[in-house]
């Protein structure tokens, strides 16, 4: 039920693919936008570029979407930290901020020509000093049921690669953006009024409830993300899933870990 009035003005899902580099145009790459009275729209890349985004151009139009004084909500469907185990494993500060430093530094598939499989094989970065186990898997993703560790590589609905590809490009967003966007939970479970969020979504928890009509599996993730983030807000069941009931070790957990929005 309606409680007030929605906390955004726009809603983007992403569907998000580590394919490849971050300069090539990955069909597996969607985004989708949606208003408070707009259902979800696909939104491709601007006329004359590519017909399928980049890793580097998604990343840029969410800077320019993030940029305008519009309240805006976005939802992408990676991880945005690791499990306790890899924190404890490498003595790192469980500070948000510092493991992103830290894992672009060994990670850099943020350079134009560089893949995960390159640093996976050792070939660039440094990707052997940081690694998990894929039995390893944080509190969001149990409680989440069919999600997978950010570490299990090779598998069907893994979510490592576009995880170890997508970080590097939180990071820039966090850089660029400062304190004018809250990153969901690690700046603080409650997002403050008229500040825009993004947070880590998982589309299995709603892709069932909208058809998927002519879309294909990509695009209908994308789609389902904003539908969803657009009727939370509407209907007043947002904020119950931005602070979601946890006990407080598993809270403080979560802000390390961070949380899937939308998983109790």
């Known amino acids: 039920m309606q409680t007030g009035a929605p906390s955004f003005d726009r809603y983007l899902g992403i569907d998000y693919s580590g394919a490849s580099a971050p300069t090539s145009a990955l069909k597996g790459l969607r985004a989708y936008r949606a208003g408070r009275n707009d259902p979800p729209e696909e939104v491709l890349p601007a006329s004359g570029a590519r017909r399928y985004w980049t890793r580097r151009g ?7 979407c993030l940029q305008e004084p519009v309240r805006t909500l976005v939802g992408i469907d990676h991880g945005f930290s690791f499990p306790l185990q890899y924190f404890r494993k490498y003595e790192l500060a469980q500070d948000w901020s510092v493991f992103l430093d830290d894992f672009q530094c060994h990670w850099p598939t943020d350079g134009d020509d560089v893949c995960v499989e390159f640093i996976r094989d050792g070939l660039l970065g440094r990707g052997a000093e940081r690694t998990g186990s894929a ?12 999600a997978k560790s950010v570490f299990h590589f090779d598998v069907p609905g893994s979510v490592a690669k576009s995880t ?9 967003l966090r850089r660029q953006l400062g304190e004018s966007v809250h990153f969901w939970p690690f700046d603080g479970w409650t997002v403050p009024p008229g500040r825009s969020a993004i947070a880590e979504v998982y589309p299995s928890l709603w892709k069932q409830a909208w058809p998927a009509e002519e879309r294909t599996a990509d695009q209908h993730d994308a789609y389902c993300v904003a539908a969803w983030l657009r009727q939370a807000d509407a209907t007043g069941r947002l904020d119950g899933f931005l602070n979601p009931e946890l006990k407080a070790p598993e809270r403080a957990t979560a802000g390390v870990e961070g949380w899937i929005l939308g998983v109790s």
């Open 58 to 64: 998604l990343a840029e139009w969410l800077l320019s």
């Open 164 to 172: 170890h590809a997508g970080l590097p490009w939180l990071r820039f």
């Open 135 to 146: 039995r390893w898997r944080r509190v969001t993703e149990e409680r989440a049921g069919g």
